[in-house]
């Protein structure tokens, strides 16, 4: 059992479609961050949230922290090929260890 | 481009055999970082060193694994007597002290054991 679940772990959807993927653990963490990564690379750093409640644009990806800081989501408006993908959340807990989730991987197709 | 670099990105090798990957850190980066990733599956904490002190280590760095930072530069992993359940992207990060929540990974070695 992973502390960190994310759902859903496949998601395939047509360019242009809206998407949320999930983010969910029954721990509390300092803060939660949302990678992205590609073939054969590693992840790449997208957002780090704080603050429960918190809000984060990056251009068409919102992402927001649960009010008790144990969950989180990320959504995309008018999803485009290039944001094919692993999204992987990740969460800092007390002492120096990053912990991941499973990922879901996006395929978005023109 | 002055980012985490890993070496070799790819490693076939024979169940019992010894590996070892290294990893280049960002230059002035004083926390390195090794993760294992298996397929579908994110990323893994395995060790973390600040300049060349190891301070924390996960219960899935067996014996036969070890990692060493001598001179707080680079790292090397070696993985012992390798066993199939080894295979697996091994990734590497580092980041500032001051800003340890910003980790930049390096594109991971892939080692795959037959």
């Known amino acids: 059992t992973q502390l960190l679940e994310q759902s859903p772990q496949f998601l395939s959807i047509q360019e242009g479609e809206n998407l949320t993927v999930y983010c969910n653990s029954s721990?509390?963490?300092?803060?939660l961050q949302w990678y992205r990564q590609e073939p054969g690379e590693g992840p790449v750093l997208l957002v780090t949230?704080?603050?429960?409640?918190e809000v984060k644009k990056l251009k068409r990806l919102t992402f927001q922290f649960g009010d008790a800081r144990k969950d989180s989501s990320l959504h995309i408006t008018a999803a485009q090929p290039g944001d094919t993908g692993l999204y992987l959340c990740?969460?800092?807990?007390?002492?120096?260890?990053?912990?991941f989730g499973g990922g879901t991987r996006l395929m978005v197709k023109p | 481009d002055t980012g985490v670099s890993q070496d070799p990105r790819h490693k076939i090798t024979k169940r019992g055999q010894n590996v070892t990957f290294r990893c280049d850190p960002i230059?002035?980066?004083?926390?390195l970082y090794w993760y294992r990733q298996t397929l579908g599956q994110g990323p893994e904490f395995l060790t973390y060193?600040?300049?060349?002190?190891?301070?924390?280590k996960s219960r899935l760095l067996s014996d036969r694994f070890s990692a060493e930072r001598p001179k707080g530069s680079f790292s090397t992993l070696e993985i012992q007597r390798t066993e199939q359940g080894d295979s697996a992207m091994y990734l590497c990060?580092?980041?500032?002290?001051?800003?340890?929540?910003?980790?930049?990974f390096g594109p991971g070695t892939r080692l795959t054991v037959l």
């Open positions: 060193f600040q300049n060349e002190a190891q301070l924390e």
């Open positions: 949230v704080v603050t429960g409640g």
């Open positions: 990740a969460g800092w807990r007390a002492g120096n260890m990053l912990t």
């Open positions: 990060a580092s980041s500032l002290s001051q800003s340890a929540d910003t980790q930049y």
């Open positions: 230059s002035e980066h004083n926390r």
């Open positions: 721990s509390v963490f300092s803060s």
